[in-house]
């Protein structure tokens, strides 16, 4: 990509860490609320997205938010770790994380949770630890750590992935993963 396409990046940083042990290990009140009454949910997630990135209620919803869609992964909670995705999500995986027989391009639901299946049973510890997201208004940029044990050799794992979304009435619509941030940035116009 030229140098004249890009853009310097003009978003609003915030630092994540997974919920407390406890809390990581069921659901919350406001999840379980949200499985429930979906479209309350989409409600609040439409008038979500319409916040400016510096405001304050959107920074503390997406901070609460992104670090509980890593837990649900880790507990395994699909129904939970699906709720900000939208039921036609388009998902690209990082292109030297993809298994030999899959897909580079996931398209629903149950395609993306097939991306994710692969990964569990090569390591069943899989675990995604949240470190930070670049809020860029109707796209955002979550850096996280993939830890985790081979099932099979049992050597640890420790990757750090750039997960970049696009938003759409306040569910991602199109998610792509890169192994490194600059080129992450650089696929969608922007560098530091």
């Known amino acids: 990509m030229s140098l004249q396409?890009?853009?310097?990046v003009r978003g609003v940083r915030t630092q994540l860490s997974l919920p407390g042990a406890r809390a990581s290990e069921r659901r919350a009140v406001d999840e379980r609320l949200s499985l429930r009454f979906p479209a309350a949910?989409?409600?609040?997630?439409?008038?979500?997205a319409r916040l400016p990135p510096r405001f304050w209620l959107r920074r503390a919803m997406l901070a609460r938010a992104l670090p509980r869609t890593c837990a649900a992964f880790n507990r395994r909670d699909f129904a939970a770790f699906l709720l900000g995705i939208d039921?036609?999500?388009e998902f690209r995986g990082a292109r030297d994380l993809l298994g030999p027989d899959q897909a580079e391009v996931?398209?629903?639901?149950?395609?993306?949770?097939e991306f994710f299946r692969y990964w569990i049973n090569a390591f069943d510890d899989l675990?995604?630890?949240?470190?930070?997201?670049?809020?860029?208004?109707?796209?955002?940029?979550?850096t996280v750590q993939l830890r985790g044990h081979g099932l099979g050799s049992g050597i640890a794992v420790s990757q750090r992935l750039f997960t970049f979304s696009h938003v759409q009435r306040g569910l991602v619509v199109k998610q792509e993963n890169f192994?490194?941030?600059?080129?992450a940035l650089e696929a969608v116009g922007l560098s530091e």
């Open 127 to 142: 675990r995604y630890e949240p470190e930070e997201v670049l809020d860029l208004g109707d796209k955002f940029l979550v």
């Open 179 to 183: 192994l490194d941030r600059s080129k």
């Open 5 to 8: 396409n890009v853009e310097p």
């Open 87 to 89: 039921p036609g999500v």
């Open 41 to 48: 949910y989409a409600l609040v997630a439409r008038t979500w």
């Open 106 to 113: 996931a398209r629903g639901h149950e395609d993306y949770l």
